[in-house]
């Protein structure tokens, strides 16, 4: 095989790796109020959340692939050093917060990873201002939405039942439940598995086997697809327990209302394709819930070593992805 076609094979499955560890390490976002109200076992909910993924194409268009793909830095810049650059920084900033059950970005780990690599090997000539400044607004802002409308959902919830008896009321929920997370886990599979899409894209154009106007072949929406549903399937353990029992407490009303509000972020964002965070935006939603309580039925220090995790996304994994442009530039 010929050398060029070798090394591009290789950027494909290490890009499909990454897009695997997504689901690996964000499975938590659409499974933990499954499996922490007792909707679903821990292995039905997987394959429940993983079918959910895997057809996310379905319903979605290919905004932020075009987004990651040309948005973040420039397609000019773009080459094999820097995509391995770009994916290295980012899956070993994903294994690190696995290890420690850290519930931090993929998706902004990639954004970093870009950025860190294309800086590598271009200067900071080579980011793209607007989108960056796009993906960095909603770093702020989908946490916020999400814990703001979960909170709305969460208070219109408590006051319109009020007066009824928990029990077959928190049972109904545990029903609706089935909806709730399958429209989360929808968006999570449309916002997520278009980021490696448009990476791959934008290495197939970098190295001539796709020309014109940016576009993403359909092998490869069907490939993350799939690596990001089998990659859920697996499930991250160590980050379930953190987002489902760490956090606050949550009974089937209180996951309906998260998933819920996390489903109408990531719908909204997808659409005007923005690559959110899906795990930020869970996480406030979660947030949200428990403030609907109360203040002290969030564990606040839980919550901070969150936020750090999320402040440091970004600039470790461009850190480690400028490394991983250095190495990859000797042999590619």
Same mark, same amino acid.
């Given at each position: 095989m010929d050398h060029a076609i070798l090394i591009m094979a290789l950027l494909v499955v290490v890009a499909l790796i990454f897009d695997f560890m997504n689901g690996f390490h964000d499975a938590a976002n659409s499974i933990a109020?499954?499996?922490?109200?007792?909707?679903?076992?821990?292995?039905?909910?997987?394959?429940?959340?993983? @079918?959910?993924?895997?057809?996310?194409?379905?319903? @979605?268009?290919?905004?932020? %692939?075009?987004?990651v793909g040309k948005g973040i830095i420039s397609k000019d810049v773009i080459d094999n050093a820097v995509i391995f650059g770009a994916l290295s920084g980012a899956i070993t900033w994903n294994v690190i917060t696995w290890w420690f059950g850290i519930p931090s970005s993929s998706s902004h780990a990639l954004v970093g990873g870009l950025v860190g690599a294309g800086v590598a090997?271009?200067?900071?000539?080579? !980011? $793209?201002?607007?989108?960056?400044?796009?993906?960095?607004?909603?770093? !702020?802002?989908?946490?916020?939405?999400?814990?703001?409308l979960a909170l709305t959902l969460m208070v219109i919830t408590l006051w319109a039942f009020e007066k009824a008896s928990p029990y077959p009321t928190e049972r109904r929920f545990n029903k609706l439940q089935f909806i709730s997370s399958s429209l989360y886990s929808l968006g999570h599979g449309g916002n997520d598995a278009q980021k490696t899409m448009g990476i791959i894209a934008v290495l197939l154009y970098a190295n001539g086997y796709l020309q014109g106007d940016f576009h993403v072949p359909f092998w490869v929406v069907i490939s993350c697809q799939v690596?990001?549903?089998?990659?859920t399937l697996f499930g991250g353990w160590r980050i379930v327990r953190t987002m489902g029992m760490g956090i606050t407490r949550i009974r089937p009303s209180g996951g309906f209302?998260?998933? #819920?509000?996390?489903?109408?972020?990531?719908?909204?964002?997808?659409?005007?394709?923005?690559? $959110?965070?899906? #795990?930020?935006?869970?996480?406030?939603?979660?947030?949200? $819930?428990?403030?609907?309580r109360r203040m002290s039925a969030v564990r606040w220090g839980l919550a901070s070593r969150i936020v750090w995790a999320w402040v440091l996304t970004i600039p470790c994994a461009g850190l480690? %992805?400028?490394?991983?442009?250095?190495?990859?530039?000797?042999?590619m």
């Amino acid at each position: 095989m010929d050398h060029a076609i070798l090394i591009m094979a290789l950027l494909v499955v290490v890009a499909l790796i990454f897009d695997f560890m997504n689901g690996f390490h964000d499975a938590a976002n659409s499974i933990a109020l499954m499996v922490s109200t007792r909707l679903l076992t821990p292995q039905a909910a997987v394959a429940w959340a993983a @079918f959910f993924n895997l057809i996310a194409f379905l319903f @979605f268009g290919l905004h932020v %692939a075009d987004t990651v793909g040309k948005g973040i830095i420039s397609k000019d810049v773009i080459d094999n050093a820097v995509i391995f650059g770009a994916l290295s920084g980012a899956i070993t900033w994903n294994v690190i917060t696995w290890w420690f059950g850290i519930p931090s970005s993929s998706s902004h780990a990639l954004v970093g990873g870009l950025v860190g690599a294309g800086v590598a090997k271009a200067g900071t000539g080579s !980011i $793209v201002a607007a989108g960056l400044t796009k993906t960095s607004v909603a770093i !702020i802002l989908s946490p916020l939405f999400g814990m703001l409308l979960a909170l709305t959902l969460m208070v219109i919830t408590l006051w319109a039942f009020e007066k009824a008896s928990p029990y077959p009321t928190e049972r109904r929920f545990n029903k609706l439940q089935f909806i709730s997370s399958s429209l989360y886990s929808l968006g999570h599979g449309g916002n997520d598995a278009q980021k490696t899409m448009g990476i791959i894209a934008v290495l197939l154009y970098a190295n001539g086997y796709l020309q014109g106007d940016f576009h993403v072949p359909f092998w490869v929406v069907i490939s993350c697809q799939v690596a990001m549903g089998l990659g859920t399937l697996f499930g991250g353990w160590r980050i379930v327990r953190t987002m489902g029992m760490g956090i606050t407490r949550i009974r089937p009303s209180g996951g309906f209302c998260a998933q #819920t509000s996390g489903a109408i972020a990531l719908f909204s964002a997808t659409a005007l394709g923005i690559p $959110v965070s899906t #795990t930020h935006t869970i996480t406030g939603a979660i947030i949200g $819930v428990g403030l609907s309580r109360r203040m002290s039925a969030v564990r606040w220090g839980l919550a901070s070593r969150i936020v750090w995790a999320w402040v440091l996304t970004i600039p470790c994994a461009g850190l480690m %992805a400028a490394a991983g442009y250095h190495l990859g530039r000797t042999f590619m």
